[in-house]
């Protein structure tokens, strides 16, 4: 008998958008957990399956937003290389994740309250990795206390928040104070090799400053981020 497509049974069903749930997926090694490829592929998401452009032009928040709530806890999401990203409103992480930035990321002009902090973390076990390309540019912003990255335990400590490897540039230019990064009641922070053009260095004065804020921290560690005014 000769076997074709259109007399084998599930081929179609392969071929449809829920296909990677039929095909069955075993990591190597001794204990390791059989999944489908469907659930393996869906524990790393990138921004651009879910509608993000990386155009310069459109809005790309919904997209952020939507790959966020998409992902399980401890899963990644990409935002990939060579893109930049306008994001017209806050991007709330409220799940543990690792976020990769590896492309740039610009607020619209004058944005205001509506995004800021641009990236709002509230969870624990959140780390944002630029792996030295990322970048966070502020453009010219007039709204004061304008932050890039923040984040803050709203009843108490969130822990093991993890700010590296990203380039923040152009923060504040026309602000009364911003931030290229703020962290409130967070415990076993890391706030590492960053790099920041056009903002200052580190502040930790209640009610102004730039640069790298902290308030109420707990076992922080702030190493390797080099300023430039």
Not at 12 to 33: C, H, I, K, Q, R
């Amino acid at each position: 008998q000769i076997w074709s497509q259109d007399n084998i049974q599930g081929v179609a069903d392969l071929s449809g958008p829920n296909g990677s749930s039929l095909v069955g997926y075993l990591p190597a090694g001794t204990g390791a957990v059989a999944t489908t490829v469907q659930a393996k592929l869906r524990e790393s998401v990138s921004v651009k399956d879910f509608g993000a452009l990386g155009n310069g032009v459109a809005n790309d928040a919904a997209a952020f937003t939507l790959a966020i709530a998409a992902l399980p806890a401890f899963g990644e999401l990409i935002v990939p290389a060579g893109g930049t990203y306008l994001l017209g409103s806050q991007i709330t992480v409220d799940k543990a994740l690792n976020i990769k930035l590896l492309g740039t990321i610009k607020p619209f002009v004058n944005a205001g309250a509506a995004a800021t902090p641009l990236f709002n973390i509230t969870a624990s076990n959140v780390s944002i990795n630029g792996e030295g390309t990322g970048k966070i540019d502020g453009i010219s912003l007039t709204y004061s206390n304008w932050c890039g990255i923040g984040a803050a335990g709203a009843a108490g400590f969130i822990d093991n928040v993890s700010v590296s490897g990203l380039i923040f540039t152009n923060l504040g230019l026309d602000s009364t104070s911003a931030y290229a990064v703020s962290f409130a009641s967070v415990k076993y922070g890391r706030i590492l090799s960053n790099v920041l053009y056009n903002v200052g260095v580190v502040s930790n004065v209640s009610g102004g400053g730039f640069g790298i804020y902290t308030q109420w921290c707990d076992q922080l560690l702030v190493e390797g981020n080099q300023g430039e005014l």
